[in-house]
């Protein structure tokens, strides 16, 4: 079992850097692949990003590529989304995932545990 724990979203205006973090409890954490999923009012939940177990692998959405950098740190079982250059359409409510299978996959049913999200607002 992987208890997920989101923090670092508020309020930020366009252009502006944004970190994100999550704390991850369980003893499997090290060997799981970690992601960073998005849902803004009345659409779908998004993939952002996803980090391997080694942190050697990673894959994003085109939509953050050049912007948005995910990293972990195995030994404080924390994962992080660096957020820079954010965009209105960034706004939405941003979740950390666990694939407990290891994968580096954009696809969220892979996905076995979910935080309870953090809210990220940008202004124009």
């Known amino acids: 079992q992987v208890h997920l724990v989101e923090s670092g979203g508020g309020l930020v205006q366009a252009g502006g850097s944004l970190r994100l973090s999550c704390a991850a409890s369980?003893?499997?954490?090290?060997?799981?692949?970690m992601g960073w999923f998005r849902q803004a009012p009345g659409k779908d939940r998004d993939f952002v990003a996803v980090?391997?177990?080694?942190?050697?692998?990673?894959y994003y959405a085109d939509s953050v590529k050049g912007r948005f950098t995910i990293s972990r740190d195995t030994a404080k079982n924390m994962v992080y989304l660096q957020m820079n250059s954010l965009k209105p359409e960034d706004t939405a409510v941003y979740y950390c995932?666990?694939?407990?299978?290891?994968?580096?996959?954009?696809?969220?049913?892979?996905?076995?545990?979910w935080g309870q999200g953090t809210q990220v607002t940008v202004s124009s």
């Open positions: 995932a666990a694939n407990r299978f290891g994968s580096v996959t954009g696809l969220s049913r892979t996905y076995d545990y």
């Open positions: 369980g003893p499997t954490f090290s060997s799981i692949a």
């Open positions: 980090i391997n177990w080694s942190g050697k692998s990673t």
